[in-house]
């Protein structure tokens, strides 16, 4: 028990940056970083993602479930050289069947926000960028004949998830992503920067 008690008090030292409310939070340790996690209109998102793409509403709302329950993969570092590679085989040679879901997927995200970041769709919110990037890997998806490996769930769900790690990571807080006084605005850019 005291072992146990040792490595509590380790780990509550090594998130002192983080405010502590409550002993509940030893189970939940992501649950107070919650605040910098984006909230989206699901039923919107689901919506738009099911008029742009091609799926029904459950293809995408699982898509929403999946990163819900994988909170901890939103901080985890994307791989920019395996975005950019799955991204210039989907979309300069034509050949996303020759990549797994998951990279279908997230070539599929950076398509979106590269449309998003080039002015296209200027005045967007986080919930269009994620419809839009399910939207669009559901109907890659589909244009490519499937995937290496994976179904068309895992190719939504890896566009979902490439996006809530571009916006986490970025602490994109803000709500719209266009026009002078979107402050947030400039962290994005900056990640999606790297893969442009």
Do not use: C, W
């Amino acid at each position: 028990m005291n072992l146990a008690k040792q490595g509590m008090d380790a780990y509550q030292r090594s998130q002192s940056d983080v405010s502590k409310t409550g002993g509940h939070e030893y189970n939940a340790p992501h649950s107070s970083s919650d605040y910098n996690r984006p909230q989206f209109d699901d039923d919107e998102v689901v919506r738009t993602a099911s008029r742009e793409g091609s799926g029904d509403h459950s293809l995408f709302s699982s898509a929403l479930s999946f990163i819900k329950q994988n909170k901890d993969e939103h901080e985890q570092p994307i791989d920019e050289e395996g975005v950019q590679h799955a991204h210039r085989k989907a979309y300069e040679e034509g050949s996303a069947s020759s990549l797994s879901a998951g990279s279908l997927g997230s070539a599929a995200a950076m398509q979106v926000l590269k449309q998003f970041t080039s002015g296209g769709n200027g005045g967007g919110t986080q919930s269009q960028l994620i419809s839009l990037a399910m939207a669009e890997a559901s109907k890659l998806f589909d244009q490519s004949g499937g995937a290496s490996s994976g179904n068309k769930q895992d190719a939504v769900n890896g566009a979902a998830m490439t996006v809530m790690k571009l916006v986490v990571q970025s602490k994109f807080s803000g709500g719209a992503m266009g026009g002078s006084n979107s402050g947030g605005l400039g962290g994005l850019m900056g990640l999606a920067s790297k893969f442009m």
